[in-house]
């Protein structure tokens, strides 16, 4: 099945993020940064922690199930004393210790797809947020814009009013036109804050003057986007990755259980003095499972493994419609987007002007003057929110398809 819609050809995708970005952050100061600033995160410093007493687990997995053990004896019989020495060593004779190592090392896989899916959630977090904060900013810039333009025609009214140009109903008009910004404005700002606070939760050294979105967006070309490539983004998507890898555990912690459910022998050996006699001795004793063989943990284990396995692929076909809708997603705010910077070019300072001449002239009264202020503000603001969303559904889409992680690496094979 095809994922990506031949029709993004030439798709010109903003990613937000800079050429080199985590796949060689030597190569740029701002992408090294942006790594550094993630792996601060709480949940990313747990993660790795987490990674880190797996690999201990596996570490410990590959050496002996069993220690021997010391045997010691000591009594005295009338004027006699006995004593005995000897040592006993359990055998691992159904290689359980083979069989914990290979679920320790499903287990690291896990963890270390766990690691990686988190972080490119993190990341696509991080963007996401310099995102919104970049469309906050200019919506806070359009509102106060407008503010100081009301605040100046108002200046204005109130000279042509004491001149008896204009009448008592513009200077109400402006005042309460006024008032709505001023309320707009606020809720600009705060969002503002609101975008700036998110930012630094997830980058804490963030500052409002460092650079770590690029000026210009990158055209990529998905033509070049095989099939192939399709199908192995999706098999190797780190959420899918990680799914499959605790399959893998259910299926070896399964042989485990399996495994403990058989008995193993106890060889031993002793020596020691029993009066004028030597004493030497064998021991052997083995387990007998009579009152309780452990079928049913066995069983269930198996039925973990079955879930285990269910959920694999539930996760693999979820992730699939997720790259669908995303890749639907970006191709409509891809279409809309360049069709409005196309209608706009160099439209919103023309209009601004023309409005302004129109109102000063007589040709437009106050009331029509203001409500194409209005207008051309929500015009703007408009703009600007689906330029955001267009930037927005960019990262998702490289989260959907698990390449946020090798940005410079998926660019270089889809840009040429």
Do not use: C
């Not at 990686?116 to 947020?129: D, F, R, T, W």
């Not at 930012?199 to 990158?218: C, F, H, I, S, Y």
């Amino acid at each position: 099945m095809t994922f990506f819609s031949k029709n993004l050809t030439g798709a010109i995708l903003a990613f937000s993020l800079s050429a080199a970005a985590l796949a060689a952050p030597k190569e740029n100061a701002s992408d090294s940064w942006l790594v550094q600033q993630i792996n601060k995160h709480p949940d990313i410093v747990a993660a790795k922690e987490t990674m880190k007493a797996v690999f201990s687990q596996a570490q410990g997995s590959k050496k002996a199930l069993y220690n021997p053990e010391l045997v010691t004896g000591y009594e005295r019989e009338g004027n006699t004393n006995n004593f005995e020495i000897g040592f006993s060593q359990k055998i691992d004779w159904w290689d359980k210790r083979e069989a914990r190592e290979q679920q320790a090392n499903f287990s690291l896989t896990q963890v270390s797809k766990y690691f990686s899916s988190l972080q490119q959630v993190k990341i696509s977090q991080a963007l996401q947020a310099l995102i919104s904060y970049k469309a906050s900013k200019e919506q806070a810039t359009i509102a106060n814009e407008q503010e100081q333009q009301l605040t100046t025609l108002l200046e204005i009214v109130e000279q042509r009013q004491q001149t008896g140009d204009l009448g008592q109903v513009d200077a109400e008009l402006t005042y309460l036109s006024l008032s709505r910004i001023l309320n707009n404005t606020a809720l600009a700002q705060v969002t503002l804050k609101q975008a700036v606070v998110r930012v630094k939760e997830l980058l804490p050294d963030w500052t409002a003057d460092r650079k770590v979105l690029p000026a210009q967006g990158m055209v990529i070309n998905t033509d070049n986007v095989s099939q192939l490539m399709q199908q192995e983004w999706l098999n190797t998507h780190p959420a899918v990755l990680t799914a499959k890898a605790q399959w893998q555990v259910s299926k070896a912690q399964a042989q485990v259980v399996l495994l403990n459910t058989k008995t193993e022998p106890t060889f031993g050996v002793r020596a020691g003095k029993v009066g004028q006699d030597t004493l030497i001795g064998l021991d052997f004793s083995m387990p007998l499972n009579i009152r309780n063989d452990f079928s049913e943990q066995a069983r269930a284990a198996n039925q973990f493994a079955n879930a285990a396995e269910s959920t694999y692929r539930s996760v693999f076909r979820q992730q699939k419609f997720a790259i669908q809708a995303s890749q639907e997603t970006l191709l409509s705010y891809q279409k809309n987007y360049l069709r409005w910077v196309k209608l706009m070019q160099g439209r919103g300072k023309r209009s601004e002007d023309l409005l302004a001449k129109q109102w000063q002239s007589g040709d437009m009264s106050t009331t029509q003057y203001l409500l194409a202020l209005q207008q051309r503000a929500a015009g703007l603001s408009a703009g600007i929110e689906l330029k955001s969303q267009y930037r927005l559904s960019q990262i998702d889409w490289l989260l959907q398809v698990g390449q946020l992680g090798q940005t410079s690496q998926a660019i270089k094979q889809l840009s040429h």
